[in-house]
């Protein structure tokens, strides 16, 4: 036995007792007649001390980061540390074992304030990992994810596993493809969702079924987006509507970040936010409800005007309260955001409507007084605020106009704090148009059309909407589902109309095409993403930090050196030639 106690489980109670202890050197200082080790595990960290002279030579032959084990007599401290929980006490030496020596120079420092560069983080993420906010960051998702499984075993649901080797689907993202080795010329892909899997768990009379499964897709990271793979708390429900899995949502979801956080945290039911609203008042799939800016369309306002920069244009504005107490410098900077190539606005037009009832600056001298009544008396334009004006084509305006509404919560500071806002985004658009001009799915292809197989048939595609549904919690999608289509000849049509022929459909989804033939409930689920989850819950801007071993921005996985360059057998096993 390496130990009979851990470094952070001592206190005064235990003082006289003879002990063993095993953990990694976080510093050493040598006082001459003393030598003085904080030993650190995951539990915590105790003083060694050292002063008889045969292990004082062993001691400072010692690392910091070198794995040693100790045994000693547990004494009261007479300088006392209260910042620690070990600090009443510290452990005499009497025999020290090197179990693992670390190299005198260490790659970067460990549980230091030092900003380190991430690249060599993760290339060392091994002793990343040492450092305390990361290591207790893993630790938590680990309790988050124990909270999930018990919650759903709670509510019913029986844990399954689907597939890693499956079928290319297209939902959204690259499939990453895995070469047969048995079937030469024929491909695996791994799964972006267990989507259609969960789908024919229910036609199997599972009622509720739920994983934490590991999803593939070939993306570009974000901040708030691991590249390559995630993982979901992926749920379905047999006999289930939209509200059903509301329902679960708001039980599951509150539950766990009340247990980890000390926020204020919504309850259920949530807000709904029909799709095409969320985008007209917020810019955005996604809204932050904690920022009160809202965006509004006021292209009437300014039919008959002169101002040339809005001719012919849809027209968002942004109303700030007390907004007119920025300085010119401000309205400057927000200009130049709004017209960076990350946002790309053609320009920034903006006014201030002042305690004395007088328009100024900007676009002043457009404001003519018809136009101001119908923002004060229409549109909420009070004394003392500035008002923000974003023109370009529909789409191009709302979205530059959130981006610009998400910029003005957080340069003047209006987030609402410590508080989890959640809301539902509903009534997607079944189809949209895409970079082509084609009909496509927008969100995903196995939802059921709102108004069936009549809504398909008689409608413009892009007038239909869908049974979907997103989660938003502070900004972020944090979770997405759907009421599933569960008909076969809706399931064809859809897809006809997506540009599908029925043979496609058969040869791409023969396992949902055949399995519905056979008598299939209508079910309904979602998939709360649980390293986002965490994210939020941890309050960390970056997901790579609720993660063990994240790949990079260019995602790559610089600790195991993944994706690497193979060997000419291993391609000629799998029937591959690489082509450059």
């Not at 082509?436 to 059309?449: C, L, Q, R, V, W």
Request: glycine share 6%; charged share 30%; aromatic share 10%.
């Amino acid at each position: 036995m390496y130990r009979t106690k851990t470094c952070g489980e001592l206190n005064i109670t235990n003082v006289n007792e003879t002990i063993e202890l095993a953990g990694w050197i976080q510093k050493i200082r040598d006082l001459g007649a003393m030598i003085f080790i904080d030993l650190r595990d995951q539990f915590g960290i105790t003083q060694i001390v050292i002063n008889d002279e045969e292990l004082q030579k062993q001691a400072k032959e010692l690392t910091t980061e070198s794995c040693i084990h100790i045994s000693g007599k547990v004494v009261e401290r007479s300088n006392k540390n209260t910042k620690i929980p070990t600090g009443e006490i510290e452990v005499i030496a009497n025999e020290i074992e090197v179990l693992g020596k670390c190299k005198n120079v260490l790659p970067f420092e460990i549980n230091t304030d030092q900003e380190v560069r991430e690249d060599l983080r993760l290339e060392y993420r091994f002793l990343d990992l040492r450092n305390e906010k990361l290591h207790n960051n893993i630790l938590l998702r680990s309790k988050i994810l124990k909270t999930l499984r018990d919650k759903m075993d709670e509510l019913g649901f029986a844990e399954i596993q689907t597939p890693i080797l499956a079928n290319s689907s297209p939902e959204g993202a690259r499939d990453y493809l895995v070469p047969s080795r048995l079937n030469p010329g024929e491909f695996y892909a791994l799964p972006q969702a267990p989507q259609q899997f969960k789908q024919l768990l229910m036609v199997s009379g599972f009622d509720k079924y739920f994983q934490i499964a590991p999803c593939f897709r070939d993306e570009d990271p974000r901040a708030d987006r691991a590249p390559g793979e995630f993982y979901q708390l992926d749920f379905e429900m047999s006999f289930a509507t939209q509200e059903d899995v509301f329902k679960v949502i708001e039980e599951v979801v509150p539950y766990t970040f009340k247990k980890f956080t000390t926020w204020k945290v919504d309850e259920g039911p949530f807000i709904k936010i029909p799709y095409r609203e969320a985008m007209e008042k917020y810019g955005i799939d996604k809204p932050d409800l904690r920022n009160p800016l809202i965006i509004q369309d006021v292209t009437k306002c300014f039919a008959n005007s002169e101002f040339k920069a809005f001719e012919g244009k849809t027209i968002k504005a942004i109303i700030v309260p007390n907004g007119a107490e920025q300085g010119r410098k401000f309205f400057d900077k927000m200009t130049e955001y709004a017209t960076s190539d990350e946002v790309g606005a053609k320009g920034l037009a903006w006014t201030k409507y002042e305690e004395s009832g007088e328009v100024t600056g900007g676009i002043a001298k457009f404001i003519t007084d018809d136009i101001k009544e119908q923002l004060v008396n229409e549109f909420g334009m009070s004394k003392n605020s500035s008002v923000f004006f974003i023109a370009d084509e529909l789409k191009n305006a709302q979205k530059i106009a959130g981006l610009v509404r998400i910029e003005l919560g957080k340069r003047l500071d209006l987030l609402e704090k410590d508080v989890y806002r959640f809301c539902y985004i509903v009534d997607f658009p079944m189809y949209e148009l895409s970079d082509e001009g084609t009909i496509d799915f927008n969100h995903n292809p196995f939802s059921m059309p709102q108004g069936g197989m009549e809504a398909l048939e008689t409608k413009d595609p892009l007038d239909i909407l869908a049974y979907q549904y997103d989660l938003v919690c502070n900004g972020y999608e944090m979770a997405s589902g759907a009421v599933r289509n569960h008909n076969p000849e809706i399931m064809v049509k859809a897809f006809e109309i997506a540009g599908y022929k029925e043979d496609d459909v058969k040869n791409r989804f023969g396992a949902l095409y055949n399995a519905f033939q056979y008598g299939t409930p209508p079910h309904a689920g979602a998939a709360p993403g649980v390293d986002r989850m965490v994210m939020l819950i941890e309050d960390s801007q970056n997901i790579r930090e609720v993660i063990a071993f994240p790949k990079n921005k260019r995602a790559r996985d610089l600790l195991m050196r993944a994706p690497s360059v193979v060997s000419e057998q291993q391609l000629k096993d799998v029937h591959i030639e690489v082509r450059q």
